[in-house]
C-alpha cells in the first residue's frame, strides 16, 4: 500500500515540472509568434498548465471561490488600470518617454507602463525574458480570476446578470464619494460574488486602495467581471501582442551593452578602470549605510545600537536621515550612476582610497587602503537579466588602441530567496546552482561559509539552491521533491545560475577576467513557500530583512579588505 501512496506522491511532483516546462515553452511560442488571445484557443495550454500547478502564490486559484492575497500580490506587480484594459502590448523601449503618455509604474516592479486610450495599456520590456514569463503567468491568473467572477454573474446566455452585479456596478459608477454604508452594501454585493466572507473583503480593501482609488477593491473586480463577460457573450476577446521591436531585441543584451559601456567609461574618467574591483549585486542602501551611517549620524541616531540605526536608514520615513548618509558618501567616494540604460539596475561606485575607515565599522582596516579597491555596487538583476548584465560588465573594453582586461578581484551575490527549511529573516549559504527544469547545476568555491555567520543571531543555512523560472510558477509538491530528494536543495530564487553562468563564462572560458576570481553568495529569506501563510504573497519582509542583510554585507565587506 505505501508503494501505491508514493507513486501518486511522485506524479504530483512530476506533473508539476512538465507543467512549468509547458508553460515556458508555450510562453516562448505565443511571443515568437507575436500576439495570442489568453481565454481563446491560444491561451488554453496556459490557463490549463496554471490550474494544474496551482502555485502558492496564488492560493486557490484552483477553486471556484476568488483568491485575494493572491489578485493583491498580481496588481501591486501590473500597472494600474490594467483590469480596464482589452488590449495588452509588451513593447521594448520605443520612446513613449518622450511623449504626452504619462509612465505607470507598478508599486513593486519598475517598469514603465503607458495607458494608451481607454482599451490598450503598454507594457515595457527593457528587462529581458524573465520578465515576459512573470507578466504572463500574473495576466493568466488575472484572467482565470475574472472568468470565476463572468461565471457567477451571469444567468442566461443573453447576458442577463444577477442582482449582486447591477449593485456593484452603480456603486462602481457613482460619481459621489462612497459613504461608509454605501461602502459595506457594495462589499456585501462583492463577497456574494467573489465567493467570499464580508469580514475577508473588508479586512483586504485597504490593502487595495491607492490615494486616486479609496474603492480600487470594487473597481478591479468590476472591471475584470465585465471584460470577461464581454468575453463570454459578445465573444470580444482580451488580446495579449508583443511588439515587433520588442521581437526583433529581445535575447540581444541591447539594455545590458549600453549599461555596461556608461559605468566602463565612469570607471576611465575617475582612472578607476586599472584598480582591482570587487563587484557587489545588493540593494543600493545596505553598502552605502555600512560603510558611512556611523561616521555621517551624530547624537541620539549615532548612540543607538547599529541595527537600530539601519532599521531606521531603512524606513522610507526617514528620507532627511537618508540624505545625510548618502551626501555624506557623495563626499568621501561614492560615485552614484542612476541608469538610463532600461535595465532598471543602479549603480555606486566607492574609492576606498577616499574612505576615512577610522569613522566606520571597520577602524582596524585603515592600512587596507593600500591595495586602492574599487568596490562596485549594483542593484538586484531580474532573472535571465543577471546573465545579461554581468556578461556585458566583465567584457573588456578598448581605450584608444589599449584592450584594457577589468582586474576583477571578487564577484558577491547578495540577494533575497524562499528558503524551504526555517523561515522568514533567515541565511542561506549555497554551495551549487541547480537551473529548474534542466538538469543543468553549477557548483562553485563560495568564500562565504555557514561558520562565518554563526555568531550573527539569525539561523544560517548552507546547501544547493534551485534557479527558477519564476517564482510564481512553484507549488508544494514541487518544492517538497527538492527538498527531500539528493538534490539537497534549501532555498529558490531567480537569478543564481545566470549569474554564474556569466562569471564562470568570463574567468574559465572567453578569458575576460581572471581564472582565481573569488565568488561569494549568500540569501536571506523573504518567505517559506512551504507554509501556508509565509508565501511572498504574506506581504514583505518590514524589518526583519534587515538584519541579515546587514550582517551579510559586513561580511562580505570584510573579507574584500582582508583579501
Known amino acids: 500500500m505505501s508503494t501505491m501512496k508514493k507513486k501518486q506522491g511522485r506524479t504530483r511532483a512530476q506533473e508539476s515540472s512538465s507543467a512549468i516546462e509547458r508553460m515556458y515553452i508555450t510562453m516562448r511560442h505565443l511571443f515568437n509568434r507575436g500576439f495570442y488571445k489568453p481565454m481563446g484557443v491560444s491561451g488554453e495550454t496556459l490557463r490549463e498548465a ?28 501590473l500597472p494600474q488600470g490594467i483590469e480596464e484594459c482589452t488590449f495588452i502590448n509588451l513593447t521594448s523601449d520605443e520612446g513613449y518617454a518622450n511623449s504626452h503618455f504619462k509612465a505607470i509604474i507598478p508599486p513593486k516592479r519598475r517598469r514603465n507602463c503607458y495607458r494608451i486610450d481607454d482599451e490598450q495599456m503598454n507594457i515595457e520590456i527593457t528587462r529581458g525574458r524573465s520578465e515576459i514569463y512573470d507578466i504572463l503567468t500574473h495576466l493568466t491568473f488575472l484572467f482565470v480570476e475574472s472568468h470565476k467572477i463572468s461565471k457567477r454573474v451571469i444567468i442566461d446566455e443573453e447576458g442577463t446578470t ?8 452603480n456603486a462602481v459608477n457613482s460619481t459621489s464619494k462612497l459613504t461608509q454604508k454605501e461602502r459595506e452594501i457594495a462589499i456585501t454585493h462583492t ?51 508583443f511588439s515587433p521591436v520588442l521581437r526583433e531585441r529581445l535575447g540581444h543584451h541591447i539594455h545590458g551593452e549600453i549599461w555596461a559601456d556608461t559605468i566602463k567609461s565612469a570607471l576611465h574618467k575617475n582612472d578607476l578602470l586599472e584598480r582591482p574591483i570587487h563587484i557587489i549585486s545588493a540593494n543600493m542602501h545596505s553598502v552605502m549605510n555600512t560603510l558611512f551611517a556611523k561616521g555621517t549620524l551624530k547624537g541620539a541616531d549615532a548612540k543607538k545600537d547599529i541595527f537600530q540605526t539601519y532599521e531606521a536608514l531603512s524606513d522610507s520615513k526617514n528620507s532627511s536621515l ?51 579597491a574599487v568596490i562596485f555596487v549594483m542593484d538586484y538583476a531580474f532573472g535571465e537579466q543577471a546573465y545579461e548584465t554581468l556578461d556585458e560588465l566583465l567584457k573588456p573594453i578598448n581605450v584608444g588602441d589599449k584592450h584594457v582586461h577589468l582586474d576583477v578581484k571578487s564577484i558577491s551575490i547578495m540577494g533575497k530567496a524562499g528558503i524551504l527549511e526555517g523561515g522568514k529573516g533567515d541565511v542561506m549559504i549555497p554551495t551549487a546552482h541547480i537551473f529548474e527544469g534542466t538538469a543543468d547545476n553549477y557548483p562553485f568555491k563560495n568564500e562565504l561559509s555557514q561558520k562565518d555567520l554563526l555568531d550573527c543571531g539569525v539561523s544560517v543555512y548552507e546547501g544547493t539552491m534551485v534557479t527558477v523560472l519564476g517564482t510564481s510558477l512553484q507549488n508544494k509538491e514541487i518544492l517538497k521533491f527538492f527538498k527531500n530528494s539528493t538534490w539537497n536543495v534549501i532555498g529558490l530564487e531567480m537569478e543564481g545560475a545566470h549569474y554564474q553562468k556569466a562569471i564562470q563564462a568570463a574567468s574559465r572560458v572567453r578569458g575576460s577576467i581572471n581564472e582565481d576570481v573569488k565568488v561569494r553568495y549568500a540569501y536571506y529569506a523573504s518567505d517559506n513557500p512551504l507554509e501556508t501563510g509565509s508565501t511572498l504573497a504574506s506581504g514583505g519582509l518590514g524589518t526583519s530583512g534587515v538584519k541579515p542583510t546587514y550582517v551579510i554585507t559586513k561580511k562580505i565587506l570584510e573579507q574584500i579588505f582582508n583579501s
Open 50 to 77: 496554471l490550474l494544474l500547478l496551482r502555485p502558492e502564490i496564488y492560493g486557490s486559484i484552483g477553486e471556484e471561490k476568488a483568491e485575494l492575497e493572491g489578485l493583491l500580490y498580481v496588481v501591486d506587480r
Open 162 to 169: 444577477v442582482r449582486d452585479w447591477q449593485k456593484l456596478e
Open 191 to 241: 463577497a456574494n460574488i467573489l465567493g467570499r466572507t464580508f469580514n475577508e473583503l473588508t479586512e483586504a480593501y485597504p490593502k487595495f486602495a491607492t490615494e486616486s482609488q479609496p474603492e480600487r477593491l470594487l473597481h478591479i473586480v468590476y472591471w475584470l467581471g465585465k471584460l470577461a463577460i464581454e468575453e463570454t457573450i459578445n465573444n470580444n476577446k482580451r488580446t495579449i501582442t
Open 322 to 372: 537618508r540624505n545625510k548618509v548618502e551626501k555624506s558618501a557623495l563626499q568621501n567616494g561614492m560615485i552614484q550612476i542612476n541608469d538610463t540604460s532600461g535595465t532598471n539596475i543602479d549603480i555606486q561606485i566607492f574609492d576606498t582610497d577616499k574612505i576615512d575607515f577610522s569613522k566606520t565599522e571597520f577602524k582596524y582596516l585603515e592600512e587596507a587602503k593600500e591595495n586602492k
